[in-house]
């Protein structure tokens, strides 16, 4: 049967977002003397805040003042993304191509809604999704649950699904839920992404014919 739906991960696949959000935690945790580096920041993309925060600071001393910085971290990004937000090449080409093969779209991110709702408007490619869900509120990523959530939001079973994801968490949240998947190499190298069912550079660089097979497996 061909696959009947595919699930977007959002920052780092759609979006060239890493920076943004680095950024916007540097602000947040520097005041309150909270290191933050760069590997720090790999080491957490792809979670949504609530296991980030737990990872990166004392989930036991800092757990009245967690949620104040994810919401202040997330309002910060919002602001940021303003004319700075950019798609990756080649995924505009892939959305209008899945739009005409009739397979059905959607977000399936770890970031909270009023994130994915303004990166979606920024770009100005929400018309293309079915759905937008957000995995904040659930069980993160390498967890399946934004995956299964949102194939059952449009309708499809999880083994009629394929995923695009750049992190290792989403791989491995896309493997637990049993749905094929595309890795793209934006945040993670190719070894980290090992179980994916195909590994591109970029989604530009992806010729329909690499992606038939997952699309119309025989």
Known sequence: MPLKAVLWDLDGVITDSGEI?????????????????????????????????????????????????????????????????ALFPGVTTWLTYFKSQGVRQAIASSAPMENIEAMVDEVGIRGFFDALVSGAAIPGKPAPDVFLLAAKT???????????????????????????????????????????SLIVNRLSDLEPGRMNPLLWPE
């Open 21 to 85: 959000h680095y950024q916007a935690w540097i602000q947040i945790l520097t005041p309150l003397g909270v290191p933050f580096s760069r590997e720090t920041f790999k080491s957490i993309f792809g979670m949504n805040n609530a296991m980030a925060l737990n990872r990166i600071m004392d989930p036991v001393k800092d757990a009245e003042r967690i949620p104040e910085i994810d919401i202040e971290k997330e309002a910060l990004f919002r602001e940021r993304i303003h004319g700075q937000l």
């Open 154 to 196: 449009v309708g499809v079973s999880p083994a009629d699904c394929l995923v695009i994801e750049d992190a290792v968490a989403g791989v491995e949240a896309a493997c637990r839920a049993r749905m094929k998947s595309v890795a793209v190499l934006t945040t993670s190298p190719a070894q980290e992404l090992s179980k994916a």
